[in-house]
């Protein structure tokens, strides 16, 4: 299994891009604008997106993803996430407003984009890889996912604040290896941090303390601008574990 990541950014400018990552050729993790990147081949060759939660940086692509390549594909997109996302994307973003009704374009027989409802806690197999269902805590019903191969894992904390649930599950993974975890807002924003329900530096290294496990620690969806300074707050709060930033193209092998 390996995972490539296409964005890690909170915001956009120059080379940033939104959150979205490809697991081998098939699967995306969130579909930002990281997704922009892809060529028309890779754009057909996924089969399924499992979305963390509906804010527009990590479902951004989407849409644009289905017009493109959808008359070239065979059989429907699935679109994992939970019920609440789920329902948010049918009122607010698949609604003939916005954007087409994929599920019924261009019949509900054959339909270009299928939902699939999942359940905090649920594992799904594809092809010998299970994407496991944990949790977060953000402004909107939002989760994250565990990537296991077998060999070895990856936690992709998706947007969250403070998480002891989280903590319960990760702690518990044996064969983890990679903890990918946001941080939005330097020490300076923790207010706004904690209205938007954002990580920053203080808040990250009390999580941090809760982590167990012996892994390598990456931080994801900085925001533009305030990249170094939160880095740097980061080095000086996370203690024994020292995360590096999350960098575009960057990639894990599991």
Known sequence: MKLKVLGCSGGIGGNLRTTSFLLDRDILIDAGT??????????????????????????????????????????PLTIYA???????????????????DFSVIPNVQRPIMRYQPIKMGETIALNGRKITVIPANHTVPAVGYHLDSGNASLVFSGDTTTNDALWQ?????????????????????????????????????????????????????????????????????????RPAMLLNNQEFDL
């Open 82 to 100: 939970i019920e609440e996302t789920l329902e948010i994307l049918k009122q607010h973003i698949f609604n003939w407003k916005i954007w087409p």
């Open 169 to 241: 599950v990760v702690n518990q993974i044996e064969n983890l290896r990679y903890l990918i975890i946001e941080t939005a807002f330097p020490d300076s924003e923790k207010d706004l941090a904690m209205l938007s329900k954002h990580l920053c530096p203080s808040l990250l290294g009390e999580e941090l303390a809760k982590f167990k496990r012996d892994a390598e620690v990456f931080i994801t969806h900085l925001k533009p601008g305030e990249i170094e300074l939160t880095m740097q707050e980061i080095e000086n709060l996370a203690g024994r574990l």
């Open 34 to 75: 990281g997704v922009g990147e892809l060529s028309l081949t890779e754009l057909v060759a996924i089969e399924h997106i499992f979305i963390t939660h509906s804010h527009l940086d990590h479902i951004a692509c989407i849409p644009l993803l289905l017009d493109s390549v959808g008359f070239m594909r065979d059989r």
